[in-house]
Nanobody, 119 residues
Framework: QVQLVESGGGLVQAGESLRLSCAAS????????MGWYRQAPGKQRELVAT???????NYADSVKGRFTISRDNAKNTVYLQMNSLKPDDTAVYYC?????????????WGQGTQVTVSS
């Protein structure tokens, strides 16, 4: 059993910052790529940012220069620092991680955390 637990969402005003955290726990033999996705009302889930175990990152064009993804491999945790937030960033943010089990690798999702940015 593997759990991904997100925290750090909330309501902020445009221009402010938030930091999301996602901790993986359970029967984990290792973690591969981790990332953040988001889903706004009436829209499909979209990639926000990903990070490999070695620290290589990838960002959606809409968040480049404003968001920073990082991870602490010792803590099985991934973070998303969100600066200069805009109302268009309002969404439920989901953590994703490729988790190695004793039988192989599969990706898991967190339950989501709401981020609301008011204008």
């Amino acid at each position: 059993q593997v759990q991904l637990v997100e925290s750090g969402g909330g309501l902020v005003q445009a221009g402010e910052s938030l930091r999301l955290s996602c901790a993986a726990s359970g029967s984990i033999f290792g973690l591969d790529a981790m990332g953040w996705y988001r889903q706004a009302p009436g829209k499909q889930r979209e990639l926000v940012a990903t990070i490999t175990p070695s620290g290589d990152t990838n960002y959606a064009d809409s968040v480049k220069g404003r968001f920073t993804i990082s991870r602490d491999n010792a803590k099985n945790t991934v973070y998303l620092q969100m600066n200069s937030l805009k109302p268009d960033d309002t969404a439920v943010y989901y953590c994703n991680a490729w988790v190695y089990r004793n039988w192989g690798r599969r990706d898991d999702w967190g339950q989501g955390t709401q981020v609301t940015v008011s204008s």
